[in-house]
């Protein structure tokens, strides 16, 4: 069983950086493409960028490529999300998820941590 928990978020100052991490403590998430979507208040979840089993392929939404970075270590179980340059809109909770599919929609995911708090303040 998948069991997600995120941590590094935090508040930082806009142009700062923030490196997010996705621990499965259930060891199997290394089956499953990785992804991580974020959701500001009143907003839908959105796709921010995901990663397929091997961590051979990315797929970054528009917003962030250039300035985020997925990475995954399947000996640790642990996904990352490396944030740099970071914007006030990216200001939201940020999940970790895993799915069947490498997707970018939230439906192509199976588990979700809970999600961490980022603030970027401007």
């Known amino acids: 069983q998948v069991q997600l928990v995120e941590s590094g978020g935090g508040l930082v100052q806009a142009g700062g950086s923030l490196r997010l991490s996705c621990a499965d403590s259930g060891r199997t998430a290394r089956s499953y493409a990785m992804g991580w979507l974020r959701q500001a208040p009143g907003k839908e979840r959105e796709f921010v960028v995901a990663?397929?089993?091997?961590?051979?392929?990315?797929y970054y939404s528009d917003s962030v490529l250039g300035r985020f970075t997925i990475s995954r270590d399947n000996v640790k179980n642990t996904v990352y999300l490396q944030m740099k340059s970071l914007k006030p809109d990216a200001t939201a909770v940020y999940y970790c998820a895993a799915g069947r599919r490498f997707g970018r929609y939230p439906s192509d995911y199976d588990y979700w941590g809970q999600g961490t708090q980022v603030t970027v303040s401007s």
């Open positions: 990663i397929n089993r091997g961590g051979g392929s990315t």
